[in-house]
């Protein structure tokens, strides 16, 4: 029998589920903490085609509501979130005893790998999060191997592709915060997410304007804020008209 270490709601996790090679994740409840509406979005997606339910949360705090109330099988963190550092959230569901089965640590940053990984994560999803095999896998990979089957095996290798709704909150979420923002923590939380989205929609321009804000002196600051808002309103406007 498994050990505690693969209980859900302190049940077993499912067998039955192994019989179901279309939808390998059958059975699961992956709760994903992800501020970016395009990239939690993107795991709705791939739970649904893979037969896990998916639960949400947009913050830590909120994450940890969720987490009070119910213990998912899979827990996806992303690192960049607008009240903290997944990584601490990470360290601290590592610890807990019963452990959740899988702990993943997201990010657009694939630097920040090894950060999820020293707080105790099972592996590490690098967003933009498209291709249902890595994502699977990764899931699978992590899983106790009485759990897990024999399923690692070739996966379809499906890409999926988020709507543009999605695109369109997280832009209107990074104008709100451009517009309030008025310390460095606020600052620095939406450099990595806006670099995160500008990977997510291949807009490259985005991307170096979150970069040049990132490394910028001070006495630039303004410049490379208002810089950065009109690329957003920009794509904002781009957006609305798809
Ligand atoms: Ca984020």
Redo the contacts with the bound molecule.
């Keep these: 029998m498994p050990t505690d270490f693969a209980t859900t709601h302190d049940k077993p996790l499912p067998q039955w589920r192994l019989s179901l090679p279309g939808r390998p994740l059958t059975g699961l409840t992956v709760l994903v903490i ?3 509406r395009f ?1 939690s979005e993107a795991v709705r997606l791939l739970c649904l085609r893979s037969g896990a339910r998916i639960r949400r949360a947009d913050c830590l705090r909120s994450a940890r509501r969720h987490l009070a109330a119910y213990r998912p099988a899979v827990i996806i963190v ?5 009240d903290g550092d ?1 990584a601490t959230l990470i360290q601290d569901l590592h610890q807990a005893i019963p452990r959740v089965p899988v702990i993943l640590g997201m ?2 940053d694939p630097d920040l790998a090894d950060r999820a990984l020293n707080a105790g994560a099972d592996g590490f999803l690098p967003k933009p999060v498209e291709s249902l095999a890595v994502f699977q896998q990764t899931i699978l990979g992590a899983l106790p191997p009485e759990a897990r089957g024999s399923l690692l095996r070739a996966l379809p290798d499906d890409m999926i592709q988020p709507d543009q709704a999605g695109l369109r909150d997280d832009l209107l979420h990074a104008a709100q915060v451009l517009s309030d923002a008025s310390d460095t923590d606020a600052i620095e ?1 939406i450099i ?2 806006l670099a ?1 989205v500008a990977r997510a929609s291949r807009d490259p321009a985005l991307g170096d304007a979150a970069a040049a804000l990132a490394r910028g002196d001070r006495e630039n600051l303004a410049i490379d804020l208002t810089h950065l808002s009109c690329l957003v309103q920009d794509r904002l406007a781009q957006v609305a008209q798809v």
Excluded at 78 to 82: A, M, Y
Aim: hydrophobic share 25%; charged share 20%; net charge negative.
């Design positions: 992800e501020d970016s990239a992303d690192l960049g979130l607008p997944g990010s657009g939380y990595g997410f995160g």
